[in-house]
C-alpha cells in the first residue's frame, strides 16, 4: 500500500465522483481509477460502490478512510517537522474556525502569520464547533477554533482562549427589554432563534435552560450570526448568545441572565501531537494576545 494510493482513495471518498478526484488532485483520470483497483485487490475489499452518477463508500471503504486520513496527516506532520527543524516551515496549515470569533482577530493574526512564512499554505474554513472538533481528531484540520468540546475528545489537545458569560438577545419591543435581568427559568414560553445542533452556542443554551427546567422549542434555526440577531430583533423569537454578540448591532436588546451560570468558552483544539505550524500559529496568537 502507497500513500499515493491513500490520497487517490481519501480524494474520492470525499469527492464521491472519481472525474471531480482526478481534477482535484490534477492527474489522469485512468491512472486514478487503476491505482484504487489496485487498492482494492490489495485489500482484498471493494472500497466503493460505483454508479454512472456517482460513488458511495462501502463499509470497509469508510473504516480506511479513518485511517488513511491519519496516516496523511501524520506523513504531512513527519514532512513539516523535518522543516521547521531546518527554519524552513512550509506546506500547508487548515485551520477551522466559528464565524464570529470574538477572543481573536484571525484575519490580522493569518496575515501577519501568512507575511513570516510565505512558504506555508493557509486553508481555512468554517463550521460549527462539534464539526469542526472531528475533523481536527481524524487529521482533516490542524487547529480549530470552537466552543469548548464537551468531555474531552480522544487524540486532540485543548487549550483556553477566552470565556464570557451568555445574555438573552430580544426584540426592543419585548417584554423582557425594559428588564434589567431575567431568570432562565422565565424562558419557558419563549419562541427560540439559534443555531444548528452542531454548534457549541446550542449544547450549552440546552444546559443552561435544561438546568432551569426549562423544555424551550427552536422555531427557527439558522447558520449565520447576522440572520440570528436580525430574526430576534424583528421580534421572531429570543436567543441565549454571548455576550460578545451585543457588539455586532444595535437593534437588539441584550440583557444579562440572573444567577451563576456557566460561560460560553473560546479554545482551540489541535492535532495531539500538534503539528509544527499549528504550534507557530499558537505562539503568534499568544503573542498577539499578551501584545493587547
Known amino acids: ?32 481509477s487503476a491505482s484504487i483497483r489496485t487498492l482494492e485487490r490489495e485489500l482484498g475489499a471493494a472500497l466503493f460502490l460505483r454508479s454512472t452518477r456517482s460513488v458511495e463508500v462501502t463499509p470497509a471503504g469508510q473504516a480506511l478512510l479513518v485511517e488513511a ?3 496523511l ?8 517537522a523535518v522543516a521547521a527543524v531546518q527554519g524552513l516551515l512550509r506546506g500547508s496549515l487548515s485551520i477551522g ?15 501577519r502569520f501568512a507575511a513570516a512564512y510565505p512558504g506555508l499554505e493557509i486553508r481555512l474554513r468554517q ?28 487524540s486532540v489537545l485543548v487549550e483556553p482562549l477566552a470565556d464570557e458569560p451568555l445574555v438573552l438577545a430580544c426584540g426592543p419591543r419585548h417584554p423582557f427589554a425594559a ?31 435544561g438546568a432551569a427546567g426549562v423544555e424551550r422549542r427552536v422555531a427557527l434555526e439558522v447558520t449565520d450570526v447576522h440572520s440570528l440577531l436580525d430574526l430576534v430583533a424583528f421580534g421572531l423569537g429570543v436567543a441565549l448568545v454571548p455576550q460578545s454578540f451585543a457588539a455586532k448591532t444595535d437593534q437588539v436588546r441584550f440583557l444579562p441572565l440572573a444567577g451563576p451560570l456557566p ?3 473560546t479554545v482551540t483544539v489541535t492535532g495531539d501531537p500538534t503539528s509544527p505550524a499549528a504550534a507557530a500559529l499558537l505562539r503568534e496568537i499568544r503573542h498577539a494576545r499578551g501584545a493587547r
Open 69 to 71: 486520513r491519519r496516516a
Open 263 to 265: 460561560h460560553w468558552q
Open 97 to 111: 474556525s466559528l464565524q464570529c470569533l470574538h477572543a481573536v482577530h484571525l484575519p490580522a493574526v493569518l496575515a
Open 127 to 154: 463550521g460549527g464547533s462539534n464539526e469542526l472538533t472531528e475533523q481536527v481528531r481524524t487529521g482533516r484540520l490542524d487547529i480549530a477554533f470552537v466552543s469548548r468540546p464537551a468531555g474531552s475528545p480522544d
Open 179 to 209: 428588564r434589567t435581568a431575567v431568570e432562565p427559568a422565565e424562558l419557558g414560553q419563549e419562541q427560540f432563534v439559534d443555531f444548528h445542533q452542531d454548534w457549541g452556542t446550542r449544547d450549552l443554551v440546552d444546559q443552561v435552560l
Open 73 to 80: 496527516s501524520a506523513t504531512h506532520a513527519a514532512k513539516d
Open 1 to 32: 500500500m502507497e500513500l499515493r494510493q491513500l490520497e487517490y482513495f481519501v480524494a474520492v471518498a470525499e469527492e464521491r465522483h472519481f472525474t471531480r478526484a482526478a481534477k482535484r488532485l490534477q492527474v489522469a483520470q485512468s491512472g486514478l
